[in-house]
């Protein structure tokens, strides 16, 4: 299912229109990666799941190519654990 397919089944659920719909999933992703991104804070959100910054080490990677050594630093990234208890008919 793409953005568009979620948007227009949300609408027909909720009984609401498309543009109303396209609003609310629009502002709620927005606020989603605002706090994740920018204000680097953990989501968790009950019965859904929960996304957590986590620290990747630094490494050493070979170019395949040129078999050059090149060292790729430490980052962070978001990874998302769905939870165990998520239940569709909930």
């Excluded at 229109?17 to 680097?40: G, N, P, Q, W």
């Excluded at 986590?54 to 050493?60: D, H, I, N, R, V």
């Excluded at 962070?76 to 008919?89: G, P």
């Amino acid at each position: 299912m793409n953005a568009k397919e979620f948007i227009r089944a949300y609408a027909e659920h909720y009984d609401i229109t498309v543009k109303d719909a396209t609003s609310i999933c629009e502002s709620v992703f927005a606020f989603l990666k605002k706090t994740l991104y920018e204000d680097k804070i953990d989501i968790s959100i009950h019965k859904f799941g929960t996304f957590k910054h986590k620290k990747t080490a630094e490494k050493k990677v070979k170019h395949p190519g040129t078999g050059e050594i090149t060292t790729i630093p430490e980052k962070t990234i978001i990874k998302f654990t769905q939870s165990v208890t998520c239940d569709i008919n909930d």
